[in-house]
């Protein structure tokens, strides 16, 4: 167990001091003027001394991205559901879904604002725009790509649709699903951030990082990204770690703690699935 949290947690906490370690060799080895990027510990500085400030900011980028990241999961995973299972309307829609993807996300920005005017739903509308995409794609594949063999036998032991669905798409569709959800995460804040330059009337996370260039403030800005940066993660873990609780089956040590479990959602289950589902069992 410490072994595996010490893989889990330390790890990654070391590569992050590697590479602030590596930030703060490359500023002193070079001699890099302090307006042009700060040693690491200025940038925190700027951020811890000024966390009265940029909290409110902060959370208001949080507000924005978790808007549009639940609006555009919602959307993806229903528009998904609905293409895999009336192909042609997925033959049709596709190609539309991968025109409005090349549709550079700035220049949306703009247009949007006129639409819907300085206020928060331009970049509700931005992030989801960039979350719905991956999260659509990833359901489509998942759901074309279950196993036809368990979809003829629950017809063969009479199961309904909609309890074939529930109990052998749906899982089956999980591991596209987050890898979807764990992209739209990674991009989420980059739409809030977009969106908080092209339509902010009043002060943003964005906009403060802006007003610190524009003074040749170098920590504030450097400070400003680590922030956006760190929201970006910790939105990214946070959907990791609801993967982890919704899929237990895919971890071996559940399986064995749990035998019940192991044959619900393997294979060779199948048939006392099926059959638990014809007879209307959960």
Do not use: C
């Not at 889990?8 to 906490?13: L, R």
């Not at 594949?141 to 074939?164: C, E, F, K, M, Q």
């Not at 804040?189 to 990082?209: D, F, M, N, R, W």
């Not at 619900?264 to 638990?276: P, Y």
């Amino acid at each position: 167990m410490t072994r595996k949290l010490l893989r889990n947690i330390g790890v990654p906490v070391l590569s992050l001091l590697l590479l602030l370690a590596l930030w703060q060799a490359i500023v002193v080895g070079f001699n890099v003027a302090p307006y042009v990027a700060p040693r690491p510990w200025q940038a925190i500085l700027s951020v811890t001394q000024n966390w009265s400030t940029i909290w409110p900011l902060a959370l208001g980028t949080i507000r924005e991205t978790v808007y549009g990241f639940l609006i555009g999961a919602f959307l993806g995973v229903f528009l998904g559901v609905v293409m895999a299972k009336i192909p042609v309307l997925q033959r049709s829609v596709y190609p539309v879904l991968v025109l409005s993807q090349a549709v550079p996300i700035i220049a949306l920005a703009s247009p949007l604002v006129l639409i819907l005017g300085f206020s928060i739903m331009p970049k509700i509308v931005i992030v989801a725009w960039i979350v719905f995409f991956p999260v659509t794609v990833n359901v489509v594949d998942g759901l074309s790509h279950v196993d036809p063999d368990l979809i003829n036998l629950a017809r063969v032991y009479g199961a309904p649709r909609w309890r074939t669905f529930v109990h052998i798409e749906m899982p089956a569709t999980t591991t596209p699903l987050f890898s979807g959800l764990k992209i739209g995460a990674t991009y989420a804040v980059t739409g809030a951030v977009i969106g908080e330059l092209a339509a902010s009337e009043g002060s943003s996370l964005a906009l403060y990082q802006e007003h610190a260039n524009s003074n040749l403030n170098a920590a504030a800005v450097y400070g400003t990204t680590m922030v956006m940066t760190a929201i970006g993660i910790s939105w990214f873990l946070l959907v990791v770690a609801t993967e982890v609780a919704a899929t237990p089956w895919q971890r071996r040590s559940v399986a064995r703690r749990y035998p019940w479990r192991r044959a619900r959602f393997e294979t060779d289950g199948a048939a006392s699935i099926v059959s638990s589902l014809s007879k209307g069992e959960s």
